[in-house]
């Protein structure tokens, strides 16, 4: 009941920023460029519920389906321990952690990779932790005992819907403003009223795609950065199931020495990465992870 909550007050917080957007654009074109574009029929209200629908219905849909994109994706086996001694203690220890978490039991899965370790799932009390035999192979216990909490933690912190929720505002805003910019241009560029109609859609399309690719690379630098504030959030939520920052602080040291396995682009932010930090990237550099649970396990904040 929560995440709808939230899922409502975003989609009205959208509606606030693509009129707040909407009414700068106003003030900057004036009034006359406004009732210029009146004239040619363009409805704002018409666009704000378009890039509502584009922009957030995809990020929902992949969120609903993320279940079964990422067991069909990785070709992960759901497990329930009964399948042998490993197989039963990660389903015994990812219980503990939910017990621990407060929430329900997930699905857990085993997918055959290199190492690496995701959560999925629409909703916290109904998700999915995979985790490849790779990772099983070459970390103790202990280390992957750390990354399930860490996993879990997400899942606690509804990561995953919560990522959705940011991916598609931004979505919603791009293609606003996209459109709005590629009017204006259009209406400003293509000549006097007699050659208006046999350029514009031109200079329109133009504009349109190139404020696309600008507007979405920024829109992606934001989300990186919600993502990587996500990782640090779910490295201290490990230390705290576990009750201590070292096992997580040896998962990752340990992580530095190994090949993480790739992941689908759509489980990418869910997984292990990370060996450097870049504006684009998903995860911060396992240096800064590794001192920042330092400074936590220290009382430094």
């Known amino acids: 009941m929560k995440r709808i ?6 989609n009205l917080a959208v509606m606030f920023v693509l009129s707040i957007a909407f009414h700068v654009v106003c003030g ?13 029929g363009i409805d704002y209200g018409y666009i704000i519920v378009w890039s509502l629908i584009f922009g957030m219905g995809g990020a929902v849909i992949s969120l609903l389906l993320s279940k079964t994109i ?23 220890t990812v219980r503990q952690l939910a017990d621990r978490a407060g929430v329900k039991m997930p699905e857990v899965a085993i997918y055959p990779g290199e190492p690496n370790a995701f959560a999925t799932g ?14 099983m192979e070459q970390m103790s216990r202990e280390e992957l005992r750390a990354v399930l909490g860490h996993e879990m ?9 919560t ?6 505002v931004l979505n919603a805003c791009v293609l606003f403003l996209s459109r709005v910019i590629g009017t204006v241009a259009a209406n400003a560029l293509s000549g006097e009223k007699g050659d208006r109609r046999r350029g514009s859609s031109g200079i329109y399309f133009l504009v349109y795609y190139v404020m696309q690719i600008v507007l979405g690379i920024a829109a992606s630098m934001v989300v990186c950065a919600f993502s990587r504030r996500r990782e640090y959030a779910a490295d201290r939520g490990s230390a705290d199931l ?22 689908p682009d759509s489980l990418k932010a869910m997984g292990i990465s990370g060996k450097h930090a870049s504006l684009l990237a998903t995860h911060p550099s396992l240096e800064d992870r590794i001192q920042a649970l330092q400074n936590y396990q220290m009382g430094i904040r």
């Open 70 to 92: 990422a067991k069909f994706s990785t070709h992960a086996t759901v497990i329930d321990g009964s399948e042998g001694p490993a197989e039963r203690w990660l389903v015994d």
């Open 122 to 135: 629409a909703f916290k009390d109904s998700a999915l932790v995979a985790v490849s035999t790779g990772i």
């Open 153 to 161: 933690s997400h899942v606690s912190n509804g990561d995953m819907v």
């Open 5 to 10: 909550f939230l899922f409502l007050v975003t």
């Open 242 to 263: 576990l009750g201590s920052p070292g096992s997580m602080i040896a998962a990752l040291q340990r992580l530095g020495n190994l090949q993480p396995g790739v992941l």
């Open 163 to 168: 990522l959705t929720l940011v991916q598609g």
């Open 28 to 40: 900057l074109i004036g009034p006359e460029a406004l009732e210029q574009l009146s004239r040619n």
